[in-house]
């Protein structure tokens, strides 16, 4: 596991065993994520699939001039194969790559076992994923409003856990945004702020959790401190040990691949 770029601005994480390689979004760059996978001595011509949670741009910017390089398979609902099918911004490509799925289905691409899961957002039908692979589960759970007891339960006995902390609600309620798009960010179809994404991470933790990331920063209204030691402070007090390092708790960096976490 291993986050490429997760931020307001692009997302994408790589997923993989030792004979299949995914990833989850291609918001940013092909040359970022090239230069990710390079770091792992990868390259795109070694992914298998792309799995897309939604729509929006910092999710799908790169997807286009992927598929018509490469030709990776892509994941994602069919009313999210439908949206993407019409984004002119994406340029042309072949479109037979979209493969839809099911929500609460699992698939398989590969040795590595896909579960999609309903969030709420504001986009047409956002999903975020858990897989399965090498007897272990990882989960990338960002860009929703709210949460409830259906996708924890979706999302508990994970490895390895993204999940969003995008926004410190004090920086977002005093800062320059239009009141609009506060009240979207704010809202049921928004993002959690750094409490409700530590929140969040509190309900799933387990006693095997090897990796705990925290991502999708706001550049505007959160930075990586502050989402780290609220995120702390929210799980502080949970059941499996007193010293939250052990879940290798750090945040995803908006711009750098981080470093390959092995579950």
């Known amino acids: 596991m291993m986050t490429i770029a997760s931020g307001s601005s692009g997302n994408c994480t790589f997923v993989?065993?030792?004979?299949?390689?995914?990833?989850?979004?291609?918001?940013?760059?092909?040359?970022?994520?090239?230069e990710g996978l390079n770091k792992i001595e990868l390259s795109l011509k070694n992914v298998d699939g792309i799995l897309i949670t939604h729509e929006h741009i910092d999710h799908v910017r790169a997807i286009g001039v992927i598929s018509r390089?490469?030709?990776?398979?892509?994941?994602?609902?069919?009313?999210?194969?439908?949206?993407?099918?019409?984004?002119?911004s994406?340029?042309?490509f072949d479109r037979s790559l979209l493969n839809p799925i099911?929500?609460?289905?699992?698939?398989?691409i590969g040795d590595i076992s896909i579960e999609a899961h309903s969030i709420w957002h504001d986009a047409v039908d956002p999903v975020?994923?858990?897989?399965?692979?090498?007897?272990?589960?990882?989960?990338?759970?960002?860009?929703?409003?709210?949460?409830?007891?259906?996708?924890?339960?979706?999302?508990?006995?994970?490895?390895?856990?993204?999940?969003?902390?995008?926004?410190?609600?004090?920086?977002?309620?005093?800062?320059?945004?239009?009141?609009?798009?506060?009240?979207?960010?704010?809202?049921?179809r928004g993002h959690l702020s750094n409490e409700a994404g530590g929140r969040l991470l509190k309900s799933i933790l387990n006693e095997h959790v090897k990796a705990a990331f925290i991502g999708?920063?706001?550049?505007?209204?959160?930075?990586?401190?502050?989402?780290?030691?609220?995120v702390k402070l929210e799980i502080a007090?949970?059941?499996?040990?007193?010293d939250v390092r052990d879940f290798n708790l750090c945040v995803a960096d908006r711009d750098i691949p981080g470093a390959l976490i092995t579950l």
């Open 16 to 34: 993989g065993t030792d004979t299949t390689s995914l990833l989850v979004d291609a918001g940013v760059s092909k040359k970022k994520i090239e």
């Open 69 to 88: 390089n490469q030709g990776i398979p892509l994941y994602a609902t069919p009313q999210t194969c439908c949206e993407i099918s019409n984004m002119s």
């Open 90 to 92: 994406l340029g042309d």
């Open 102 to 108: 099911k929500v609460d289905e699992k698939f398989n």
């Open 128 to 188: 975020c994923y858990s897989l399965y692979g090498d007897n272990k589960k990882v989960s990338i759970a960002t860009d929703m409003g709210d949460y409830d007891d259906y996708l924890v339960e979706a999302l508990k006995d994970s490895d390895g856990i993204l999940v969003e902390a995008n926004h410190d609600i004090r920086m977002l309620e005093c800062g320059s945004y239009p009141y609009m798009l506060k009240q979207r960010i704010l809202g049921k």
């Open 216 to 230: 999708h920063l706001s550049k505007e209204n959160n930075y990586p401190e502050l989402a780290y030691e609220t």
């Open 237 to 242: 007090d949970n059941p499996y040990t007193k």
